[in-house]
């Protein structure tokens, strides 16, 4: 009662922040429902109806109208009339990000969150009384790359989720990185390749190399030669916690710090050190947390969700990556803002 009056007592204070955030998951499951559903897709050749919808989608009349219009006020899909004659359309964001045709399709890491983070993240309390990993690990005692390289299907859903996440922050990079002074680069953790090929794409100058384990590597032939960069990018296998680091002017690690614990870490950026010439650079794009650890809410809900696949895991701070690096020999370090949450966190030799 006590408190009732003190929020009274000040105009300016409302629950509906704190309310916001504790109901997030009913948008987020809202969406994660649609993406699953293909919605967005269906409406790629122009606006349906209500029922037509329903039908394509196969939905329970209940539930129909409340969950499209619940797309509609949060800002997803628009609505011209109303009723079984109103018809549903995508907004222009949802048609760029949201259809699978797209070739800025981000569906992908959503589909992943559905199917898996969705659950695991019901099980964060425990995490943060354990500080062990929630997810399949706990049910079949393999770690999430154990399950995801046990099925190629499974493996190259990941990577596409990987890819659309990863398309603003590797574009950003190709464009904002000075690649003036430097002839190669070897992307460790390349996946599909796509961070090569952008830069490659962006500088004709530059020779890339894409290095990821064995099962990997036909997945981004494929996709490099659908890219059609004429032997630009190339492909190379590689175990980066049992092979040396390919020699190269510029090392890229795309999210692959932030999967390991401090001594894995430590581990991976001597490597990359080992490998650079002199005025090479050591290239790291993860969500970088802000210094203060005060900002970037994404970037620590990232960490948190390492917790959750990892359980040693974690994100990190500008000034924890400078630390690293410099004790591994570095001169020095900059952060370069990205796109969203994410920066560049470079490391010069």
């Given at each position: 009662?006590?408190?009732?009056?003190?929020?009274?007592?000040?105009?300016?204070?409302?629950?509906?922040?704190?309310?916001?955030?504790?109901?997030?998951?009913?948008?987020?499951?809202?969406?994660?429902?649609?993406?699953?559903?293909?919605?967005?897709?269906?409406?790629?050749?122009?606006?349906?109806?209500?029922?037509?919808?329903?039908?394509?989608?196969?939905?329970?009349?209940?539930?129909?109208?409340?969950?499209?219009?619940?797309?509609?006020?949060?800002g997803l899909l628009q609505r011209e009339g109303a009723g079984e004659t109103g018809k549903y359309a995508n907004t222009p964001s949802a048609a760029l990000f949201l259809v699978k045709?797209?070739?800025?399709?981000?569906?992908?890491?959503?589909?992943?969150?559905?199917?898996?983070?969705?659950?695991?993240?019901?099980?964060?309390?425990?995490?943060?009384?354990?500080?062990?990993?929630?997810?399949?690990?706990?049910?079949?005692?393999?770690?999430?790359?154990?399950?995801?390289?046990?099925?190629?299907?499974?493996?190259?859903?990941?990577?596409?989720?990987?890819?659309?996440?990863?398309?603003?922050?590797?574009?950003?990079?190709?464009?904002?990185?000075?690649?003036?002074?430097?002839?190669?680069?070897?992307?460790?953790?390349?996946?599909?390749?796509?961070?090569?090929?952008?830069?490659?794409?962006?500088?004709?100058?530059?020779?890339?190399?894409?290095?990821?384990?064995?099962e990997v590597r036909p997945i981004a032939e494929r996709r490099l030669r659908e890219r059609n960069l004429h032997g630009r990018v190339t492909t190379e296998t590689i175990d980066f916690?049992?092979?040396?680091?390919?020699?190269?002017?510029?090392?890229?690690?795309?999210?692959?710090?932030?999967?390991?614990?401090?001594?894995?870490?430590?581990?991976?950026?001597?490597?990359?050190?080992?490998?650079?010439?002199?005025?090479?650079?050591?290239?790291?794009?993860?969500?970088?947390?802000?210094?203060?650890?005060?900002?970037?809410?994404?970037?620590?809900?990232?960490?948190?969700?390492?917790?959750?696949?990892?359980?040693?895991?974690?994100?990190?701070?500008?000034?924890?990556?400078?630390?690293?690096?410099?004790?591994?020999?570095?001169?020095?370090?900059?952060?370069?803002?990205?796109?969203?949450?994410?920066?560049?966190?470079?490391?010069?030799?």
């Amino acid at each position: 009662a006590f408190l009732s009056q003190e929020i009274q007592m000040q105009d300016n204070i409302s629950p509906d922040h704190i309310l916001q955030i504790g109901f997030g998951f009913w948008a987020s499951k809202t969406l994660l429902s649609a993406v699953e559903l293909g919605l967005f897709s269906r409406l790629a050749d122009g606006p349906k109806t209500g029922p037509e919808l329903q039908d394509a989608m196969g939905l329970h009349p209940r539930g129909t109208y409340d969950f499209l219009d619940t797309l509609v006020a949060l800002g997803l899909l628009q609505r011209e009339g109303a009723g079984e004659t109103g018809k549903y359309a995508n907004t222009p964001s949802a048609a760029l990000f949201l259809v699978k045709q797209s070739p800025h399709y981000i569906g992908g890491i959503l589909e992943m969150a559905n199917a898996r983070l969705y659950r695991f993240w019901g099980d964060l309390t425990p995490a943060l009384k354990t500080g062990k990993p929630q997810n399949e690990i706990k049910e079949t005692g393999k770690s999430m790359f154990g399950e995801l390289y046990a099925e190629p299907a499974r493996l190259e859903q990941f990577i596409d989720a990987m890819s659309g996440i990863s398309m603003g922050n590797f574009t950003a990079f190709a464009e904002k990185f000075d690649f003036f002074n430097y002839k190669t680069l070897a992307d460790i953790g390349g996946a599909s390749g796509q961070l090569s090929a952008l830069v490659a794409a962006r500088h004709p100058h530059m020779q890339c190399r894409t290095c990821d384990l064995a099962e990997v590597r036909p997945i981004a032939e494929r996709r490099l030669r659908e890219r059609n960069l004429h032997g630009r990018v190339t492909t190379e296998t590689i175990d980066f916690f049992a092979d040396e680091f390919p020699k190269a002017d510029v090392i890229t690690m795309g999210m692959i710090l932030h999967d390991w614990n401090l001594e894995n870490k430590k581990m991976l950026i001597s490597k990359a050190y080992r490998a650079l010439p002199a005025g090479g650079a050591l290239v790291a794009i993860e969500n970088i947390i802000d210094d203060d650890r005060k900002e970037n809410a994404f970037g620590l809900m990232m960490s948190l969700n390492m917790l959750i696949e990892f359980g040693e895991a974690f994100d990190f701070t500008g000034a924890q990556f400078t630390e690293w690096c410099k004790e591994a020999g570095f001169s020095r370090c900059k952060i370069i803002p990205l796109a969203g949450p994410a920066s560049a966190a470079v490391a010069y030799k």
